[in-house]
């Protein structure tokens, strides 16, 4: 349970940063990092539960990156997960296209690589073994164009990448993780004053809420009540690339926080 929220808070997170300060042409050029690395600590109250590590590289044209989310300390008693996430793709001025994703979790005894291609800009699932089920009902073709990887949503303000509303933290980015079809909605809430281990200052308050579309089994489409409750986000300004350097989610077993230990921009 820890797992799955935790890993959504993340890339919503970091997806929260694909609105750009003002709407930009696709073609138009940018400015691009060479490298982005970040390493985040999770906690339930005091105790701590999960490392998270996210790395990406632009070389010209394209991008690539990998992410990792490992369960620690008391969450291994209950969620042993270790799960290992990758994605390439192309930039074209301000967007992304990824072309291949795919994660595994090397703590589950399945085997079970969930990965996506992207012809024509359909995310479309390639996932070995195959899921016994792609919910009810599935993302169909339609639900799925111009859906986004989890870990490139992660991605976006690097390169302004333009959503519905202009503005930081403003809009609504589609995401498919290889089953689910889901809305990440994002709010701005002000700013707030915030200290980290790797960073502190004034930071955005930026509120990100999930829109469940379609991919669900019965018993696992998020409640009304869950998509009511936004993920908390605080952006720090890195030269206009807007990094998550905190995230907070209150949930039935608590108050989850994750805090980011390293960030790195170069």
């Known amino acids: 349970m820890f797992a799955s929220i935790a890993s959504l808070a993340l890339h919503a997170a970091l997806a929260a940063q694909t609105a750009p300060a003002q709407a930009a042409d696709a073609a138009a050029p940018v400015s691009v990092p060479e490298e982005i690395t970040l390493n985040y600590s999770g906690s339930v109250w005091v105790l701590p539960v999960a490392e998270i590590a996210v790395n990406a590289i632009y070389p010209d044209g394209t991008y690539s990156a990998s992410a990792?989310?490992?369960s620690a300390g008391l969450l291994r008693w209950f969620d042993d997960t270790n799960i290992e996430a990758g994605v390439t793709g192309y930039r074209i001025g301000s967007s992304l296209q990824p072309y291949r994703y795919s994660h595994v979790n090397h703590a589950s005894n399945k085997g079970r690589v969930v990965g996506i291609d992207f012809p024509d800009a359909v995310a479309t699932p390639d996932v070995q073994p195959p899921f016994g089920s792609m919910g009810e009902p599935p993302a169909d073709d339609e639900e799925r164009a111009g859906a986004l990887d989890p870990i490139s949503a992660m991605l976006g303000l690097t390169l302004g990448m333009p959503v519905d509303t202009p503005g930081?933290?403003?809009?609504r980015l589609p995401v498919f993780d290889g089953k689910a079809r889901y809305d990440l909605r994002f709010e701005q809430a002000g700013t707030e004053r915030v200290r980290t281990r790797a960073w502190s200052g004034d930071a955005l308050v930026c509120e990100a809420y999930?829109?469940?579309?379609s991919g669900y089994d019965p018993g696992d489409r998020p409640s009304e009540e869950e998509t009511r409750r936004p993920v908390v986000i605080y952006l720090a300004d890195y030269d206009g690339i807007y990094v998550p350097v905190r995230?907070?989610?209150n949930t039935q077993i608590g108050s989850i926080n994750i805090q980011a230990t390293r960030i790195s921009v170069r």
């Open 247 to 249: 995230f907070r989610a």
């Open 168 to 171: 930081v933290c403003s809009g």
């Open 210 to 213: 999930l829109e469940p579309i």
């Open 68 to 70: 990792q989310f490992e």
